[in-house]
């Protein structure tokens, strides 16, 4: 078994003008991909990050306001994940709910290094 993050990006906040009701809607749709995930012995964690942040680059390091991976979209939150291939974990990605927004998964495999004593 092979571990796999997620990193969801979809449209800040602000963009999205969700109603309470909706946000509560949005809300369940995510605890059922859960825990769907859960069932299946898949899901090993992960969080909503916070809108805001700050990102550092270059070699005479720079400093911006934003986590904005592209334009307004918005890094908001990862899942660690457990699957035996890429492809079984690009299946599981498939529940996203936020895909109905413009939402989006990335899905990287964790790459194991060994610890030196």
């Known amino acids: ?14 963009d999205l003008k969700m109603s309470p009701e909706e946000s509560q809607a949005s809300m369940e749709k995510w605890f059922g991909w859960i ?19 700050k ?15 592209e334009g307004k979209e918005l890094v908001g939150g990862y899942f660690i994940l457990s699957a035996e291939s890429l492809e079984e974990a690009t299946e599981l990605a498939m529940g996203f709910p ?3 927004i413009q939402g989006s998964v990335e899905i990287r495999e964790i790459m194991k290094i060994p610890m030196h004593p």
């Open 98 to 100: 936020d895909f109905e």
């Open 1 to 14: 078994m092979k571990d796999f993050m997620f990193v969801f990006r979809g449209p800040t906040p602000e």
């Open 35 to 53: 825990n769907q995930l859960q069932q299946k012995g898949r899901y090993k964690g992960g969080d909503p990050l916070m809108p805001g942040g």
């Open 55 to 69: 990102t550092i680059q270059g070699k005479k390091p720079v400093v911006t306001d934003g986590p904005f991976a």
